[in-house]
């Protein structure tokens, strides 16, 4: 009986009938990678459509075993990992996004004077103990030219400067704003991320430093006070630069001065003349100047004649003058040890007072 490794008919002719001519020829791993084509498996010649066996394998050296779709995904992945590097790194705006958490913080002063209050000795003209350098409403802020920055354009600087010029317009000459009780025309310039704190501190202003509704516009309460003529004088300046975060900034510090009047007084009654000094901060993002909004930041009111003692959140409520005069109260003792009045609290002097 025959080798059962043997064919039936025999070994070929001229053969050894076994491998041992083939053992010289190593196919180890590194040699079929390096081959220029790769048989297909049976599922993938089924379903090619044109019965091919084989493929070319691409050329990438020790990843040409990889399947293309792992390739490609691979490349993907470090594309949009450099995209992502580049734009983080390049941005111009990688600062000036608009903080989730960014809310106004208002420092609220009254200024007490050591004398009493008189009113304007010419009640036709009350402005005319000012010094010189204030303007009439819009032309006393004092907006500047703009200049380009580091990262914001020329355009876009004076797009904030408008910006700010018409804020200040509503928040603080506006008759609708200062004794009609009007917060809408103000609303309207408050970026998305700051609308509910502003509706707080309207609906419900408290003094905590961040919900005052004197910290963002300059309004007396329409119950008691009027306006004795509807010009507003002001002197002021206006500087723009950006934050540390990279978003454009503009500070404003402006004095504005009104004629008040008791309400229900007639016309020939004492006319007081009252300072607001606003210092405020605003920044933009890209979003925020196309959208001609703006977020308040910071805001240091100071107002006088005022009572130390009188709250000024919801109202700037000022010391009317009266025929003979108005006697200021006495302004409150300050403990420092004790801790049952914020800190912040503040009151000063009035100068001239």
Request: net charge negative; proline share 8%; with cysteine.
């Amino acid at each position: 009986m025959g080798d059962p490794r043997e064919p039936p008919e025999g070994g070929p002719e001229g053969g050894s009938g076994n491998e041992d001519e083939y053992r010289s020829v190593v196919f180890d791993e590194s040699f079929v990678r390096a081959a220029r084509i790769q048989e297909l498996s049976a599922r993938e010649r089924l379903g090619s459509g044109y019965g091919r066996a084989t493929r070319p394998r691409l050329g990438l050296g020790g990843l040409g075993s990889v399947p293309r779709q792992a390739i490609a995904l691979l490349l993907l992945i470090v594309v949009a990992f450099a995209a992502a590097v580049y734009f983080g790194i390049s941005s111009p705006t990688r600062g000036g996004s608009r903080p989730a958490g960014s809310q106004l913080t208002v420092s609220l002063m009254a200024l007490s004077p050591t004398s009493p209050v008189l009113p304007a000795a010419d009640p036709a003209n009350p402005f005319a103990g000012l010094p010189a350098g204030y303007g009439d409403g819009r032309a006393g802020l004092a907006v500047p030219a703009g200049a380009a920055t580091a990262h914001y354009t020329k355009i876009e600087v004076a797009r904030a400067l408008d910006t700010v010029q018409s804020y200040l317009v509503v928040s603080a000459l506006a008759p609708s704003t200062l004794i009609k009780g009007d917060t809408g025309a103000v609303r309207d310039f408050v970026t998305a991320g700051q609308l509910a704190q502003f509706d707080q501190s309207v609906a419900a202003p408290r003094d905590d430093r961040h919900h005052a509704a004197t910290g963002w516009m300059v309004r007396f309460d329409p119950a008691h006070t009027v306006l004795a003529t509807d010009t507003v004088k002001v002197a002021g300046s206006m500087r723009v630069d950006e934050a540390d975060d990279g978003a454009l900034q503009v500070t404003t510090d402006h004095t504005f001065v009104y004629a008040l009047q008791a309400e229900g007084a007639a016309a020939s009654a004492p006319v007081t003349v009252l300072s607001v000094r606003r210092e405020l901060r605003f920044e933009f993002d890209r979003a925020e100047l196309a959208a001609s909004q703006l977020r308040l930041v910071d805001a240091a009111v100071q107002t006088g004649p005022a009572a130390c003692d009188t709250p000024q959140t919801t109202y700037l409520q000022p010391l009317l003058a009266t025929v003979g005069g108005t006697k200021p109260p006495a302004p409150p003792a300050v403990d420092p040890g004790s801790h049952s009045v914020p800190a912040w609290q503040l009151c000063g002097v009035l100068a001239g007072g």
